[in-house]
């Protein structure tokens, strides 16, 4: 049996008095595929949003590989959040907003242009580099924002919300 790779020990979470997350408790396994499913406003986004660091829990611990890092900011982690809300930098192309982490990262010039192509081919928008993002229909942008998360080479990637059924080819795609 493989190790746990993301690990929610005992989270709990509150805002404004009302208890969110009571005792939560979830892991996830290498090449596992998880689904939250719930109705609205049972916590899912809030789940997401701890995994990823952008809330910190009132109890309990995220692990990662067994680390804890729960405290740890979401840049520092090794995961990617692609969001509801795709957030792509609508002044820049497509292909600037592929490259941003990369740039940040110090990436060269020519290992940036190679993952734009890569992750363009897999999310199935080749050619679309010079193209601006606020041209794209929704489900363009969100494989966009895909492709933004996959370049930075995640161990786990999280999506909020799931991708719809008909963009199953495109996820079976991303998982092969
Ligand atoms: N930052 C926040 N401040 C106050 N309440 C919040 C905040 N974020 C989420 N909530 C509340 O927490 C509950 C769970 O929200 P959320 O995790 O977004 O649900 P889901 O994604 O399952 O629809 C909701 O009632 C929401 O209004
Ligand atoms: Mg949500």
């Given at each position: 049996m493989s190790t746990k790779l993301l690990d929610l020990v005992n989270i709990t979470k509150s805002y404004d008095g009302v208890t969110?997350?009571?005792?939560l408790n979830l892991y996830i396994r290498e090449n596992e595929f998880l689904t939250l499913l719930g109705p609205?406003?049972?916590g899912k986004t809030t789940t997401l949003r701890i995994l990823g660091g952008f809330e910190t829990p009132d109890a309990g611990k995220v692990l990662f590989n067994g680390q804890?890092?729960?405290?740890?900011?979401p840049n520092k982690r090794q995961l990617n959040t692609v969001f509801q809300?795709?957030?792509?930098?609508?002044?820049?192309?497509i292909a600037e907003n592929i490259a941003f982490g990369l740039k940040i990262k110090g990436k060269s010039k020519a290992y940036i242009d190679d993952k734009i192509k890569y992750a363009l081919k897999l999310v199935n928008l080749?050619?679309?580099?010079?193209?601006?993002?606020?041209?794209?229909?929704g489900g363009q942008q969100q494989r966009i924002a895909i492709a933004r998360a996959i370049v930075n080479e995640p161990k786990p990637l999280s999506m909020s919300?799931?991708?719809?059924k008909r963009r199953l080819l495109c996820r079976t795609r991303l998982l092969s």
């Open positions: 969110i997350l009571d005792d609205s406003g049972c804890d890092i729960t405290q740890l900011p809300k795709y957030a792509l930098f609508t002044h820049m192309t080749e050619g679309y580099e010079n193209r601006s993002p606020a041209l794209l229909s919300p799931m991708i719809r």
